[in-house]
Every structure is written in structure tokens, then in C-alpha cells.
T-cell receptor, first 111, second 116 residues
Framework: QKEVEQDPGPLSVPEGAIVSLNCTYSNSAFQYFMWYRQYSRKGPELLMYTYSSGNKEDGRFTAQVDKSSKYISLFIRDSQPSDSATYLCAPNTGTASKLTFGTGTRLQVTL | EPEVTQTPSHQVTQMGQEVILRCVPISNHLYFYWYRQILGQKVEFLVSFYNNEISEKSEIFDDQFSVERPDGSNFTLKIRSTKLEDSAMYFC??????????????FGDGTRLSIL
């Protein structure tokens, strides 16, 4: 079983839609859950992160972690064409430790 | 906003040659990382570096790889004798030590390494 799994997509939605991106993981030691956004030919850019279970909101973005089911979600409200990118979930066991990336979900927001 | 810079953006090298990829981390950061991403695959961890020594490395990071912080600003990844399968995008990341809130890793835009 892979440590972190994501549906690679592509996921195509119309502008203004609510987007739900998801990851599952197998390592119970993961405590910190990062979401990175990667545009074509660019490095991963940190979007937001959560610690342990619960929700965190930042503008149009909400991250959710359910450690009991090992399930991580990122919701994007009022999606914009500029949100078109690959979204990578990347948990780790401690803030200085390595990130374990999922394959990423490619999102396309159409006009 | 401070950023991690990587040079060159694209490196083409003959198989068997040595290559050095360079990174300038964010200035007050003390943890440094290299990751790679083979085309169409996920980003994979290679090595982490703190206090002038390797703190963790993956199975990919074998004897052909080495890292160095030669001065106060650069962080390098050397591949001694490149193989075709080393062709990938290599990302450098850095992180501050800060306490309290989570201090995430910040990534550069990568060096695309092409082995011929």
C-alpha cells in the first residue's frame, strides 16, 4: 500500500464551482498535513497546512484532516481559472522531517 | 517575499559525467532538502541536511549522490557519475527552525536534469 494516495485526475470544473480534493494515507505517524500547489514548470508552492485532526480555513480554501480514517481533504470555494494547477498533499511526521508527496491531482477550472 | 533559487534551470549532461546542482536557500533557514520528480511521477524525497550534516536520506540517495553547504549561502547536490534514470526535475527546499507554529518547507522552481 502506498504511503500517500491521490486521484491524479484531471478534474475539470466550471468557474465558481466548489472543488473537493482528497488524499488517503497509511502512516499513522503523520502529524502535519501540507497542501502544495504546483503550476506547470514551477516548484511546489505551499498553500496551507493543518496539524493533527480538524479543519483549517484560509480564504477560499479549507483543509480537513480525519486521522481516524486517514483521510485528508482540500476544499476550494468559488474556484477561479487561476486555481488551475496540480494539488499535492504532503504529510510528514514532524515539522523538520521529509515530506511524503502524493501523485497530485491536476485541476482545471474552465470559464 | 524571500524565495529559494536554483541554478541552472536546465542542465544537459552526458551519461557518466558528474553534475552539480546549486541552490540558494532562504537566508535565515537552517534545514535544507533535495527532492526529485521524474516526469509524470510524484515528488520524491532524496535527502535532508541540518547543522552541516545529513539528517535523513532515502534509498535513492546512494553513493553516487552527495550534498554540501560550501559557504553560508549555497547548498549543492552532486551526482558523481550520472545515469539515464537520473533524468528528472530536482527541487531544493529550505525551512527555518522557528518554534511554535508549523514552519513549512519552501521550494525552489527546480533544475531540470537531462542525461543523454
Amino acid at each position: 500500500q502506498k504511503e500517500v494516495e491521490q486521484d491524479p485526475g484531471p478534474l475539470s470544473v466550471p468557474e465558481g464551482a466548489i472543488v473537493s480534493l482528497n488524499c488517503t494515507y497509511s502512516n499513522s505517524a503523520f502529524q502535519y498535513f501540507m497542501w502544495y500547489r504546483q503550476y506547470s514548470r514551477k516548484g511546489p508552492e505551499l498553500l496551507m497546512y493543518t496539524y493533527s485532526s480538524g479543519n483549517k480555513e484560509d480564504g477560499r480554501f479549507t483543509a480537513q484532516v480525519d486521522k481516524s480514517s486517514k483521510y485528508i481533504s482540500l476544499f476550494i470555494r468559488d474556484s477561479q481559472p487561476s486555481d488551475s494547477a496540480t494539488y499535492l498533499c504532503a504529510p510528514n511526521t514532524g515539522t523538520a522531517s521529509k515530506l511524503t508527496f502524493g501523485t497530485g491531482t491536476r485541476l482545471q477550472v474552465t470559464l | 517575499e524571500p524565495e529559494v533559487t536554483q541554478t541552472p534551470s536546465h542542465q544537459v549532461t552526458q551519461m557518466g559525467q558528474e553534475v552539480i546542482l546549486r541552490c540558494v536557500p532562504i537566508s535565515n533557514h537552517l534545514y535544507f532538502y533535495w527532492y526529485r520528480q521524474i516526469l509524470g511521477q510524484k515528488v520524491e524525497f532524496l535527502v535532508s541536511f541540518y547543522n552541516n550534516e545529513i539528517s535523513e536520506k532515502s534509498e535513492i540517495f546512494d553513493d553516487q549522490f552527495s550534498v554540501e553547504r560550501p559557504d553560508g549561502s549555497n547548498f549543492t547536490l552532486k551526482i558523481r557519475s550520472t545515469k539515464l534514470e537520473d533524468s528528472a526535475m530536482y527541487f531544493c527546499a529550505s525551512r527555518t527552525t522557528g518554534t511554535g507554529a508549523v514552519q513549512p518547507q519552501h521550494f525552489g522552481d527546480g533544475t531540470r536534469l537531462s542525461i543523454l
